[in-house]
């Protein structure tokens, strides 16, 4: 019988904070949900309203719950405390955008759960709305702004892909 | 197409607690659950004997499991570390009093902790004599005491609502 | 050394339910809430208006939510699919009335589904006010009505434990 | 003191699926995501290289993960069987093409489901070489197929948004 | 830049049931846990008693529980309702016999719910005893038995591995 | 009715850790899987072939993502952050031998976090084997090594339990 050592290189790890420094750290992702006129004509001028309830209200408080879940969701991520998860939304011209910032005191950043924030709202703005529109696509999530670590990123005129 | 920001003032979000300080501090809670004859008559001096299993024994080990879920549950409570979580249990002339304590080192207070640790004890002890009494009630769940924060609760004669 | 078979009938266990029929069941719990003058001072005509946000609105999604952790919370309890999770809020003279209603085609009744539905709700209230009110009180947590199951339950005159 | 029942159509809800048939449903969902050329130089025929494993092989496990996460995290999914999750990832110029699709046998669609692997599984990908390129976007999420409802969408030529 | 479809034989994958029948099904997995003479000490006739509390209880609820959350801990494994748990203890000679029965009415087996709630059990076991014996070893972790499926297995003379 | 306090002594409870130290801690679990030529047989001297994927692989992405839910799943563990997860694999002679080592920066030790990942990974390379070999065994859960805390614990000469 042969024997292996499974060479770490090639097998998924976490990455090791011990000795990296607490720092307040705070990261900013962003999603665009884009919807159909069906769906853009029950804006009400504050939150779209659907037969399962405000649409907006329900996907800013889905994607701070998701935010909480991130490290039991991206299999790499390590568990940290929150100080804070923050979502917004604007609406205008069929499309949402859903900015998520999330703020922690410790030794690795947050930009998965900023992420994980925006997707979750994302896809619970679609879950409320699919009925009419099935189509309802989700674009853009990406990290808009990360402070507090070895490197920062983003914050000005960072460009979008399409 | 109408444009909106929706207004932060009217949205979910969690408090931001990046700047306050790490301190030690304690919260009590507490629920009393009302059981019927029936179920007075399976305590044996120590415990509630049900077919399930041991009733208070049980509570207890849901109560503290339960607590440790607490940021999974309220939507807008911080996840943070948990020193210790305590619970005990009285019981008299039909009514099991539950005392849930939690304690953490962070930046803010483990009150939402003690009153879930309190209430899923209380739920699980429902569950486990429900078959007797499907009248179960829980009343009085509220926090107790509450030290370490800005302010601190209770702690000597606070009045009961009925 | 000594040996031992632990008895069964003094350690916990889940009922068998492999030998019951599939039907549909339903189940409503309740709790009230009772809060402060400065509290409901916030009552807008259709929610109470807090810091944190919208109070019933949260604590309906909270309490949907929670329901569907039902079997995770509470030991003994079994997984069922759930057909529909409904909550809704009454508030009046300084109470919040919580009622919850859950529905299974299952072959294990709902009753904790409901009660944990409303239980999250409640404490989710008391997340989102307890800066104005710390002593804010839940009560009468209890089954209202339960449906298609060997035995049903209340739906009419059922009295109140005080 | 004012009186209040909070409308339910304002208020968040899960549609009552009781009266609904089982029936095999399938659904399948896409996501794109667009990395840069450091990212893409790791490519080696089969699988992204990456300090943290294998890229597509851990993105695959944690949307199959995600996907059976997906009642805990959309706030008015219903929980249901899974008979199946399926994720297979395309990589070409710079983008990963990720497909998930979902089966059950059940009262009510896995959309959610397709979509929420397909997203978790791009947000690990995001996680897994976000050294490189931090700037890594997320696009296209979206319905691709869905089968076994009352109404068919997409499988064939349904037009991309962009 | 490069195209590669991956192929799926070398990804993980569900295996996919939907075409599978709906039948009773039930496993068996056993584990032992072996313990030092101070651990031993400890045992009073009916549970090891620890600074923590009782421990068989405890890992009997534990392992219940932990039986539930199968499908969120195995990635391949599907979700499935469970008709029931049951968990019993054994104690001789230093050595505790869990074993953990857990019984479905599904389309696919239930032996990892059975062998995860053995080895949830042993670690709580572990976890309850290791301030007296750090060195607690938890062996023949098992399917003893399984029934229902396409192939049964076990229920005689299955020889132990060594 | 008779009145009794439940001694705490008989009751589960969580140790407070609120007055120890932070300090750096690690700990080193292990598990052993024997497997029948069958199964040996797929070996392709890194990883295990199976119709499910690759299986160390597989385990050691469960065996992480275990490792960060120990506190949910051992009832009386404390929820602590995580530095490092790390697990890896040697197979040889129908032995797969798994070593998990946890890092935290915390009040209380990583064993249970080792210990709980190491039994993750076994359970999954179980659950991808079965197919080939339903009598998988795991043996040898044990921890290997500790620092960090009050007393360390092996890494040495340590004698294994048969």
């Known amino acids: 019988m042969s024997l292996s050592h499974i ?3 090639n ?12 720092t307040p750290r705070a990261a900013t992702a962003e999603a665009l949900v884009h919807v159909n006129e069906a769906v853009a004509a029950q804006f009400d001028g ?21 935010a909480k879940q991130t490290s039991n969701l991206i299999p790499l991520c390590h568990p940290l405390p929150l100080d804070s998860v923050k979502i917004d939304i604007t609406f205008t011209d069929h499309t949402a955008t859903i900015r998520c910032t999330a703020r922690t005191t410790g030794k690795t950043g947050v930009e998965m759960e900023a ?10 703005l679609h879950d409320m709305c699919k009925a009419l529109d099935p189509a309802i696509t989700i674009t853009q999530v990406r990290l808009v702004e990360k402070t507090g670590g070895k ?8 460009t979008l892909k399409s």
């Open 151 to 158: 490197s920062d990123f983003g914050g000005k005129a960072e």
């Open 115 to 124: 992420l994980t924030g925006a997707s979750i709202a994302a896809l619970t």
């Open 11 to 22: 097998q998924p790890g976490m990455v090791d904070v011990s000795a990296k420094n607490i």
């Open 7 to 9: 060479n770490d290189s």
């Open 46 to 66: 504050t939150d779209l309203v659907s037969k399962k309830g405000p649409v907006f209200q329900t996907a800013i408080l889905a994607g701070i719950m998701g």
